[in-house]
């Protein structure tokens, strides 16, 4: 028999039943009896026909996803490159006004230009580097995507950009630093908590494939650590609030004020955090 799942509304009770309509997991309290199988609360009682198409219209930039927002992150991403490595000295050497006035610095930062602790999360120091970060974004960005939803994904995905680059700052305050790996290592921590609420959006293989990377970054030479750990971290908090921290599925839990409240606080405690590193280098 296999493994049980968890109730996506009580993560502490274990079920072998799924929704009949959407396949989330739900226990005996939760389900509702179906004409074909069983039901969980949000669709018990779901509209039909001409009804349901348009309640399903209203809420598909939240809910319904086919990977729309990891394309165009993608194609973002590659455009910028293209970019750059114009202004720059071709396609393995970007550089150019917009990759200077992009660039994460420390100095630059604590002199104004905190638009940059998002920004540099759109650069990329040659070819492989953008290669590698947009092979990675499709293959964990689009099942991460899937499971969240738009909304949720993208305040994953930038929020957790942000905590990379405080943690790139904690680290290494004075050295150019550029790459979305703070923002995928955030996807790989919101992986890592959605598959510990059963949701195996990555097989399962989250918490390996967070290893052998971090393992990667303290091998290999011109890593961001702290840009790593960071994104990780900033993921992880994200989708703890998106789940109530443990009360409800980061996925399906209804976000609410607190939910927005509490994604704005991992982004500005990242932003207090970059703050206090890099105010002594102000001019």
């Known amino acids: 028999m296999s493994a049980p799942m968890r109730c996506y ?10 929704c ?4 989330r997991p739900i226990c005996t309290e939760c389900m509702t009896p179906a004409p074909v199988g069983q039901r969980c609360p949000e669709h018990s009682g779901q509209p039909q026909g001409v ?29 910028i490159y293209v970019i750059t490595a114009v202004q720059g000295n071709g396609i393995n050497s970007p550089g150019g006004s917009l990759f200077a006035k992009w660039v994460l610095y420390g100095p630059a930062v604590a002199n104004g230009d905190w638009w940059r ?3 540099s999360a759109f650069l990329h120091a040659n070819l492989i580097h953008i290669a590698f ?4 974004l499709w293959f964990v960005g689009s099942a991460v995507e899937s499971a969240l939803g738009r909304g949720r994904f993208i305040a994953v995905y930038l929020i957790s950009g942000l905590a990379g680059s405080a943690g790139a700052l904690v680290f290494t305050p004075t050295s150019p630093t550029v790459g979305a790996s703070g923002a995928l290592f955030g996807l790989l921590g919101a992986a ?5 609420q059963r949701s195996y959006v990555l097989g399962g293989s989250a918490a390996a494939l967070i290893l052998i990377n ?8 011109n890593i961001s650590v702290g840009g790593h750990i960071g994104g990780l971290i900033g993921g992880i908090l994200c989708a703890l609030v998106l789940s109530r921290f443990g009360r409800g599925h980061a996925a399906y839990t209804s976000v609410g004020l607190w939910g927005v409240a509490g994604l704005c606080g991992v982004g500005l405690l990242s932003l207090a955090v970059a703050y206090l590193k890099v105010r002594g280098y102000a001019q």
């Open 117 to 119: 602790l998002i920004t």
């Open 51 to 79: 009804r349901r198409v348009a309640k399903g219209a209203r809420r598909n930039p939240f809910e319904g996803t086919t990977a729309l927002v990891t394309k165009g992150l993608i194609a973002l991403n590659v455009l």
């Open 20 to 23: 009949s309509d959407c396949g």
């Open 9 to 18: 509304r009580h993560p502490d009770r274990e079920t072998y039943i799924s």
């Open 133 to 136: 970060n947009m092979y990675f």
């Open 192 to 196: 890592l908590v959605l598959e510990r």
């Open 214 to 221: 971090l393992i990667l970054s303290f091998s290999l030479s």
